[in-house]
């Protein structure tokens, strides 16, 4: 079946620098891919939705320039976040539409801001 | 607005079967979702609905009915591995984006 990889597992940073969260296509074209973020005991919250070749659509109350998103090809999109910060610190996770009506999700990113 | 509701937490014990119960009410439905999340990680397909009635793949099984904006996820012969949050998440329109219920904390006890 679609797998997605999502790399780094877990990660700690200093507060003020950025971290880039991978996440790959193995097995097939993810044409948009959904990045959340979900704090502890709640649920997802989606952040933006990206499309190969365009730009990202970010929600209401997301800072763009805090959390680019890149989705340069078919297999790749990537999240960075930038001059992080503690509040910053939560559980990212990607996601793939997979046809024809499936999600395929990311195996999640635990970021620590120190 | 958009609004799905399940309950908070459930308990159940192992071995019986337990229902979650998922209420919508969207601007558009273009398909329902029941996903199975432990702590730390992250989701797993359950189930999807986009027509009424029961779907039933194992020991899960799903419903929706579209006239009550009602869906459930019942789940049998309860196993200690079951102890999950359960996400409901319905698809409005064809964007293709979700939105996504607080989850279920279901708790089984031996």
């Known amino acids: 079946g679609a797998v997605v990889s999502q790399h780094p597992s877990r990660v700690i940073c200093k507060s003020g620098t950025s971290v880039k969260i991978e996440c790959r296509s193995l097995d097939f074209q993810a044409t948009t891919m959904f990045w959340y973020r979900q704090f502890p005991k709640q649920s997802l919250m989606l952040m933006a939705t990206?499309?190969?070749?365009?730009?990202?659509?970010?929600e209401q109350g997301v800072e763009k320039d805090k959390f680019l998103i890149n989705h340069a090809s078919l297999t790749l999109s990537t999240l960075t976040v930038t001059s992080a910060h503690p509040e910053d610190s939560s559980f990212y996770i990607c996601?793939?539409?997979?046809?024809?009506?499936?999600?395929?999700f990311g195996s999640g990113t635990r970021l620590t801001v120190v | 607005g958009q609004n799905i509701d399940q309950p908070t937490e459930m308990t159940a014990t192992e071995g019986a079967i337990v229902q979650i119960n998922c209420t919508y009410q969207t601007s558009g439905f273009n398909g329902l979702f029941w996903y199975q999340q432990h702590a730390g990680e992250a989701p797993t397909f359950l189930s999807y609905?986009?027509l009424d009635g029961l779907e039933e793949k194992g020991r899960f099984s799903s419903f929706l009915s579209r006239s009550k904006g009602y869906s459930y996820l019942l789940l049998k012969e309860l196993q200690m591995k079951d102890s999950a949050s359960y996400l409901c998440a319905v698809r409005k329109d064809s964007n293709y984006q979700l939105i996504w219920g607080a989850g279920t904390k279901l708790i089984i006890k031996p």
């Open positions: 609905n986009v």
């Open positions: 996601s793939a539409r997979t046809h024809p009506y499936g999600y395929t």
């Open positions: 990206s499309n190969e070749g365009s730009k990202a659509t970010y």
